[in-house]
């Protein structure tokens, strides 16, 4: 691993990076949280649960506990337990884990797994998020809009409440995968990452591009609409707000992957066409 760097637990506290048992990405889902959570792994030699998307969530004796209502702040978790069941599968490597509603129970998690443990922060272009949760979800993209500001509220909250954990945005970890290997000290490793499962991207990939080509100019601006009632969230995380004007610029950028995404859309909506047909 070379001279790994120093970093800190959850109560900020000093510790090296090769003596963590386990390793938290806090970041929302449909955000890069499987390619990070794979680039992360392969460099520092870590522990990826195989479950899902390289999810802890998804391992088999915690998933019916972890999967219920997950996104209920409310529903309380068996962490003792999870952690016993995450520490036998690592046998001894650090555990690598990426489930993205732990980002709301992170004070649970401080308090079992917080003194050999340590974690990253991490989002996505709201617009990408967006997209990438319509299309799998199917909700109303200005629903998703709100929820995405929800939980950019909560990034937000982690950083001032956990300032010694690197944030690291989607965008710039794509740009230049790198800047992970220089945070923790690691020399970088060729790695084969096999991306999200049904996404069609492997590797580290930007599908900036792809996400905008899904969305119609109506969409665009009724998401703009939403996300323009807390701007200041906005602008804090380094984003700017859109028009229509988005759809002309992904285009230029890289016309074949914003038609790959207007081809999705159209899959998309003849899909769902013919659902309403049946019922």
């Known amino acids: 691993m070379g001279h790994a760097a120093i970093v800190r637990n959850f109560f900020g506290e000093e510790t090296s990076l090769t003596e963590l048992k386990f390793f938290f990405i806090f970041c929302p889902n449909n955000s890069g949280t499987t390619i990070l959570s794979q680039y992360f792994a392969s460099q520092t030699s870590g522990y990826l649960p195989p479950f899902g998307n390289n999810e802890g969530q998804m391992a088999p004796a915690v998933t019916e506990m972890m999967r219920t209502r997950p996104w209920d702040q409310d529903q309380k978790f068996d962490w003792a337990f999870i952690r016993k069941e995450w520490e036998a599968l690592a046998a001894g490597d650090m555990f690598v884990e990426a489930s993205p509603p732990n980002l709301i129970r992170v004070d649970d998690i401080k308090a079992v797994f917080g003194q050999d443990s340590s974690g990253l922060i991490s989002i996505c272009n709201p617009y990408q998020h967006i997209s990438s949760a319509y299309r799998r979800y199917h909700k109303d993209p200005k629903l998703v809009a709100r929820n995405?500001?929800?939980?950019?509220?909560?990034?937000?909250?982690?950083?001032?409440?956990?300032?010694?954990?690197?944030?690291?945005?989607?965008?710039?970890?794509?740009?230049?995968?790198?800047?992970?290997?220089?945070?923790?000290?690691?020399?970088?490793?060729?790695?084969?990452?096999p991306g999200k499962k049904r996404s069609g991207i492997s590797g580290i990939k930007s599908a900036y591009c792809r996400s905008i080509g899904f969305f119609t100019s109506e969409e665009v601006i009724s998401i703009s609409n939403i996300l323009a009632t807390e701007r200041d969230v906005v602008g804090h995380l380094g984003y700017s707000l859109s028009g229509s004007e988005i759809l002309d610029i992904a285009r230029e950028r890289d016309p074949e992957e914003f038609l790959t995404g207007q081809n999705n859309r159209r899959e998309f909506d003849r899909r769902l066409s013919a659902k309403v047909r049946v019922k």
Do not use: H, T
């Open 148 to 193: 995405w500001l929800r939980k950019a509220r909560q990034i937000m909250k982690l950083r001032q409440e956990y300032p010694f954990f690197p944030f690291v945005r989607y965008e710039d970890f794509v740009e230049r995968p790198s800047v992970v290997n220089d945070i923790f000290g690691v020399r970088i490793k060729d790695s084969d990452l």
